[in-house]
């Protein structure tokens, strides 16, 4: 049996909410999925339940944002009383909103804090802690610098598992998005990593677009993480517990787990959420396939409507040819 950050999908932010976790839930079982990023203070002060997710998620990690190992550890044993599978320390986010508040991809520069942040998690919490991080930040981008930053917070903060996104992050000049695709990635480098830190856990991020590319990091690495291909063509996942996870389980068909999703969204909407708010997870179910573009323009302008159903849904699926339902 596989761990299930044998392959994950990444903690994205205004994208992987609890709609969006629960339908990748329906085409993976093993799959771990993550929160958006939460910051301490949201979670501390914030109006509003910050930790609530559907129990149909787990395996499921929080990812924290924050500096303050106090707050870091009270946010941890909350998130663990309330059930999370694993804490995960956000140091790889590069915006300018999160390095004011002294989390993110700045604190690759400071790994003692790091340490010190992960080892009062460790503390209060049984589940594994762990940190996503980037491969240098800035002109701090030697392979020195990388290997003292996983030194230092796993022989003094206890940390055991690493999710290295393959680029480094410009702090300034860049723009979040432009992080993600300027920089370019270095795959060997995590390689590397993984062999001079073998007893590690070490699992990759960046610019993995197919289960095929996840195998071949998985010759060498731990773990694989998918970010925005795994949003934008969701279906990546649907075969995933049998390619990556080796189950004998059947693959689900897409319209199989557009109708699954029925009876969440009409549990939502009595609950009074927004039809728009859960089938935009669900826009590139259908990519690259016949009808696909059909499905997607009516369901963007439709599910925003007042008192819009389950029924702008069924339209759309009546978008796709249907011969193709079946694929």
């Known amino acids: 049996m596989y761990p299930s950050f044998r392959l994950s999908v990444a903690p994205m932010l205004d994208w992987t ?11 993976t079982s093993q799959t771990l999925l993550y929160t958006e990023m939460v910051t301490t203070g949201a979670i501390i002060h914030g109006k509003g339940d910050f930790l609530a997710y559907n129990q149909e998620e787990h395996p499921l990690a929080l990812q924290l944002g924050g500096s303050n190992p106090v707050d870091l550890a009270h946010c941890a044993k909350l998130a663990q009383e309330r059930g999370y599978d694993e804490i995960n320390l956000n ?45 240098g930040i800035d002109d ?6 990388l290997t003292d ?14 999710t290295i996104h393959a680029r480094k992050a410009w702090l300034s000049g860049l723009s979040p998005k432009e992080n993600r695709e300027i920089p370019p990635l270095d795959y060997n480098r995590a390689y590397q990593i993984k062999r001079d830190f073998a007893h590690l856990n070490i ?9 095929e590319e996840a195998k071949q990091h998985l010759a060498h690495l731990d773990g694989v993480m998918i970010g925005r291909e795994a949003y934008q063509s969701p279906y990546i996942l649907a075969e995933v ?28 909407l009595s609950q009074g959420a927004y039809l728009g708010h859960i089938t935009r997870h ?5 990519q690259n396939m016949p009808g696909a573009r059909q499905w997607r323009r009516y369901i963007s302008e439709n599910a925003h409507k007042q008192g819009a159903g ?7 699926l009546a978008k796709i040819p249907y011969q193709e339902l079946g694929v």
């Open 140 to 145: 701090l981008d030697s392979y020195e610098f």
């Open 17 to 27: 909410d609890r709609h969006c976790r629960y339908f990748h839930r329906l085409m």
């Open 149 to 162: 930053f996983i030194t230092i917070v796993s022989e003094k903060g206890g940390c055991e598992h690493f």
């Open 282 to 286: 669900m826009l590139g179910m259908f």
């Open 203 to 211: 699992a990759i991020n960046g610019g993995v677009k197919s289960l």
């Open 91 to 135: 140091v790889g986010c590069p915006s300018d909103r999160v390095q004011n508040g002294r989390f993110g991809a700045c604190l690759m520069a400071e790994p003692q804090l790091v340490a010190d942040c992960v080892a009062a998690m460790k503390d209060v919490v049984d589940v594994p802690v762990t940190v996503k991080t980037r491969i």
């Open 310 to 316: 389950i029924e702008v849904v069924e339209a759309a």
């Open 241 to 268: 517990d049998q390619q990556i996870f080796g189950l004998d389980t059947p693959v689900k068909k897409r319209s199989e787990v557009i109708f699954e999703m029925f009876p969440y969204i009409e549990q939502q």
